[in-house]
Structure formats: C-alpha cells, structure tokens
C-alpha cells in the first residue's frame, strides 16, 4: 500500500487533486517551528528593554535569565542614580548665612561645593557670578553657591572681594581671596576653569592654563623687545 506522507511524485499529483491531504509536518518540525515563533515574538533582549519592560516580560524569561535579569536591573538602577547625582545641579544658587550650615557643611559626602562670597557694586564679583553661571551648566555634579560676603562672614572687608571658598565634605579644600590672585577684569571663563580645576573641584577639558599661555606670550614679547633694543644701542656704538 502506498504511504499517503511519502515524498513521491504520485503522492504530490494526489495533493494537488485533493484526493490526499497535506502532507502532515513532524511533532519535531512543529516544535521547532513553536521555538522560532516564540523567539521572533520577543522583539528585544533584556539589555535593550527598560525597568518597566522587565517587569512586563518577566514571566517570559527562564530562571537562568531572571539571575541575569536581576544583575542587569541593578546595574541599571545604579546607572540611573549616578546620572541623578551628575545632573542634580546645573545653576549658582543664592544662598544666606542661615543656609551656610545645610548647604554646605552638611551639602554631603564627596560633594564639591564652590562659594562664591561677593557684594553687588563690585565689577569683577559681577563678572565671577556670570563666569560661574556658564561653569554651573557646564559641570552638573558640582554645586555652585554665590552668597552677599556680610550674610555670611559679619564685617568681611571689601578688599578681599572676590572670594571663592572649595569645600569638599564640609571642609575648605582651596580658597582665592581677593582682585589679584583673579587677574583682575581680565578674567576670562576658562582661566578662571582652569583655577578651579586646580584645587580639585571640577575635572576641566582644558589641556593647559589659559592664563599661562598669555604669560609665555608676554615674556616672548619682551625678551624680543630686549633684542631689538640691544642691536640698536650696538649699532649706535
């Protein structure tokens, strides 16, 4: 008798007669067919999914891929608070002796704080603040204070304005005190990122100081003055 699932040409015509079914598919072909549409189905991977997604799908993963899942959901968490903290900031907050203690002794642990003590009338406190206000958006992770220098220290001398204070877990890490040591008007954006890089507080893209650059360019143009001025005096001789 002729096997109605063989592959013959006979049994082919018949099909196609409809005098015999479809030929039937192996249990084994259909369940690997199952496993195809089941993978196919998961449109992402895990790494690709979000929290939410996770939640949603896990009753499609195995016991291996929850452990997976699991490690995967806390790196993810970690990742989410760590760029929580970075971004927290991104502004110079004004601030009051009264807020001296919370916001910066108790501001919290491996936070850099920068304050800026100044009084308004002050050109070049004026310029730090908008300097600052540019670095604020630029370094997110840090936390930029700027406060009236009397609010916070009684009877602090206008001589000694501009102040920038760099504290680090409540405790003053590098300080700048007065016009000098800033450059005076001057005082470009990235000298003064540069500055503060130095003490720790920001970590600058800037290869080299600013400030020093304009320095060698200086001494350049003097020493070229001094020769030019010793070839004419040999000349005169």
Known sequence: MQDPNADTEWNDILRRKGILPPKEA??????????????QSVVKTYEDMTLEELDENEDDFSEEDERAIELYR????????AAQIKNKFGEVLEISGQ?????????????WVI???YKQGIPLCTLINQHLAVLAR??????????????????????????????????????????LVFGG???????????LSESGAIKTDLEENPRQQIQDQLMTS??????????????ED
Request: hydrophobic share 30%; charged share 35%; with cysteine.
């Open 222 to 235: 003097i020493r070229s003055s001094l020769v030019t001025t010793k070839d004419c005096d040999s000349d």
């Open 26 to 39: 192996p249990k084994e072909d259909e369940e690997e067919e199952a496993e195809i549409l089941k993978q």
């Open 185 to 195: 008007m001057n005082l470009k954006q990235d000298e003064l990122e540069w500055k």
């Open 74 to 81: 806390q790196q993810r968490l970690a990742q989410w608070q």
């Open 138 to 179: 630029k370094f997110k992770d840090v936390k930029f204070l700027k406060a009236i220098s009397t609010t916070c220290i009684p009877n602090y001398p206008d001589k000694n304005l501009p102040t920038i204070f760099v504290y680090r877990d409540g405790e003053i890490r590098a300080q700048f005190i007065g016009p």
């Open 99 to 111: 807020d001296y203690v919370q916001e910066v002794t108790k501001a919290g642990k491996d936070l």
């Open 115 to 117: 304050l800026h003590l």
